[in-house]
């Protein structure tokens, strides 16, 4: 069985901080991917960043970089220089290749002060 | 109309009522999957649709009937539904493989 646990139910951070978010997944599956999405108050889920397990190298895009630990099943989401418009909950999610389902985690609601 | 759309936006229903969620997607995907959201609760998969059949239903109570014509096209179908129903409804597509899930807006439901 594949799990997600996302242990921070709530973070702060204030602006122009950086914060990280972490997140566990177990599997005994080797080919997989990793995501972090994101859904702001009353706004839509869209996607922040994804990696590949067959990747070393940590995904980033821009603001946002993950530290993923294959062996530890970690996959952990920092964003840098947080901004207000981070302000939203945060979704840790997996899926194994070539499988249409996707775990996520429960999630962790980030509160960017000012 | 791009990405994954979701109709209504809102609704308010009594237990009594039928009523019918729809959601399209303009991706050429071919799965789609609803999901509800509820608050102080984790993401609850409900259905997984692969090429319009049916490949996952998590235990979802009968009072909610789902139905795929199409790859791109997906309903819920709710009647008799319970206060307890009341929460977000979210629809998403994805690809085979490796590719992420997008997802519609959602559908803020209210059980009387």
């Known amino acids: 069985a594949q799990t997600v646990t996302q242990s921070q139910p709530e973070m702060s951070v204030q602006e122009a901080e950086t914060v990280t978010l972490s997140c566990t997944y177990d599997t005994s599956e080797s080919n997989y991917y990793l995501f972090w999405y994101k859904q702001p108050p009353s706004r839509q889920m869209i996607l922040v960043i994804r990696q590949e397990a067959y990747k070393q190298q940590n995904a980033t895009e821009n603001r946002f970089s993950v530290n993923f630990q294959k062996a530890a099943k970690s996959f952990s989401l920092k964003i840098s220089d947080s901004q207000l418009g981070d302000t939203a909950m945060y979704f840790c999610a997996f899926r194994v290749y070539n499988f249409n389902k996707f775990y996520f985690g429960s999630g962790t609601k980030l509160n960017v002060k000012p | 109309e791009t990405g994954v759309t979701q109709t209504p936006r809102h609704l308010v229903m009594g237990m009594t009522n039928k009523k019918s969620l729809k959601c399209e997607q303009h991706l050429g995907h071919n799965a789609m999957y609803w999901y509800k959201q509820s608050a102080k609760k984790p993401l609850e998969l409900m259905f997984v649709y692969n090429f319009k059949e049916q490949t996952e239903n998590n235990s979802v109570p009968s009072r909610f009937s789902p139905e795929c014509p199409n790859s791109s096209h997906l309903f819920l179908h709710l009647h008799t539904l319970q206060p307890e129903d009341s929460a977000l409804y979210l629809c998403?597509?994805?690809?085979?493989?490796?590719?992420?899930?997008?997802f519609g807006p959602g559908t803020r439901l209210t059980v009387l």
């Open positions: 998403a597509s994805s690809d085979g493989g490796y590719n992420e899930q997008f």
